[in-house]
C-alpha cells in the first residue's frame, strides 16, 4: 500500500468540518413557522438554506363561508403582536368595496389604535432581539408597557391579544373617558422607558457586536422579495405607505419616516 504524500495529508486535516442544524420549522426558538437547514462552522453560520410557505391559515377558505362581519375575528391571527391593524384593515376593505363613506371621528380613532398597535409590534420584535443576543432585561422591561396597551384595548373593546376590536363603519361604542385617561397615561410613560431600553441596548458592546453587519441586505434585494415596512426601510427604501398612499386621514398628521443604510440587524432594530 502506498503512503499517502505529506502533501495532502495536511490539506486533509486543514479542511474545515462543518455541521448542519435544521432550524425549524417547528424548532422552539423560531419566531413564527419558518424552517432554515443551517451549515455551521462553530457557532457561525456559514450558508442557509430557507423553506418558506409553512404559514398559510386557510384564512381565504375560512373566510368564504362567513359573512363579512365574523371575519374580522379570524384576521386577529395573521399577525397576534397586532391584531387590531389587521382588524381594520378588513374592515376598510369591505369599506372600499361597499362604498361606505366613514366619519372623520372614525379615522381619528382607527389611527390612535393603529399607532398603538404598531408600538406593541415594535416591542415584542425589539426585545426579542435582545433576548436572542443574550439580553433578557429589556424584554421584561418593555413588556410591562405592552401591558398599558393591552388595558386600553380591554377597556374599547373587551380583549387583550385577539382584539376583534372594531366594526365595518366604524367602532361598536365610542371610546370610555377611561380609555382616554388610559391612553394619555401611556403617552407619557412610554417614552422615557423607551429611552431607557434604547441606552441599554443599542450601545450595549455584545449587542453591538451580534447585530452590526449580521444579516444585511441591500435595496434591489429587499425590493425583489417584496420587503415591506421597518424590514424595507432599514434597507434604504424611503417608503412608507400611510405617506405614499394615505389612508384614515395620515395625509393630516405629520411624521418622520426613519431610514437605514446596511439593512443589517442592528439597522432593523433602529427604524
Known amino acids: ?33 419558518f424552517q432554515n437547514i443551517l451549515k455551521m462552522d462553530g457557532e457561525v453560520i456559514v450558508d442557509a438554506e430557507p423553506t418558506i410557505g409553512y404559514i398559510h391559515r386557510a384564512f381565504e377558505k375560512l373566510a368564504e363561508r362567513r359573512p363579512f362581519y365574523q371575519v374580522t375575528p379570524i384576521t386577529d391571527r395573521l399577525n397576534y403582536c397586532s391584531a387590531p391593524i389587521n382588524n381594520i384593515g378588513w374592515h376598510m376593505t369591505v369599506e372600499k368595496l361597499l362604498g361606505i363613506e366613514i366619519p372623520k371621528r372614525v379615522q381619528y380613532l382607527r389611527v390612535i389604535i393603529m399607532e398603538l398597535a404598531r408600538i406593541t409590534d415594535h416591542i415584542i420584535c425589539n426585545a426579542v432581539i435582545g433576548v436572542d443576543t443574550g439580553a433578557l432585561t429589556g424584554f ?19 380583549a387583550r391579544l385577539t382584539s376583534n376590536i372594531g366594526r365595518i363603519g366604524g367602532f361598536e361604542r365610542d371610546f370610555s373617558p377611561k380609555a382616554w ?9 412610554f417614552p422615557k422607558v423607551l429611552k431607557e431600553f434604547e441606552n441599554l441596548m443599542t450601545r ?5 457586536d451580534r447585530t452590526i453587519g449580521v444579516g444585511g441586505i441591500t435595496a434591489e434585494r429587499a425590493l425583489n422579495y417584496s420587503f415591506s415596512g421597518p424590514n424595507l426601510r432599514a434597507a434604504g427604501v424611503d ?7 394615505p389612508y384614515c386621514s395620515y395625509e393630516d ?14 439597522g432593523r432594530a433602529h427604524v
Do not use: W
Not at 421584561?140 to 373587551?158: A, K, N, P, S, T
Not at 450595549?204 to 453591538?208: C, Q, S, Y
Not at 398628521?253 to 442592528?266: A, C, K, Q, Y
Open 140 to 158: 421584561v422591561y418593555m413588556f410591562q408597557q405592552r401591558e398599558l396597551v393591552y388595558e386600553i384595548y380591554e377597556e374599547i373593546c373587551g
Open 239 to 245: 417608503y412608507d405607505i400611510r405617506v405614499a398612499k
Open 1 to 33: 500500500m502506498e503512503a499517502t504524500p505529506l502533501s495532502d495529508r495536511v490539506t486533509q486535516t486543514e479542511e474545515k468540518e462543518y455541521s448542519y442544524l435544521n432550524l425549524g420549522p417547528t424548532h422552539p426558538a423560531t419566531h413564527g413557522i
Open 253 to 266: 398628521f405629520e411624521f418622520v419616516i426613519p431610514v437605514g443604510i446596511n439593512g443589517d440587524e442592528i
Open 204 to 208: 450595549n458592546r455584545i449587542f453591538m
Open 181 to 189: 385617561d388610559k391612553i394619555n397615561h401611556f403617552l407619557i410613560e
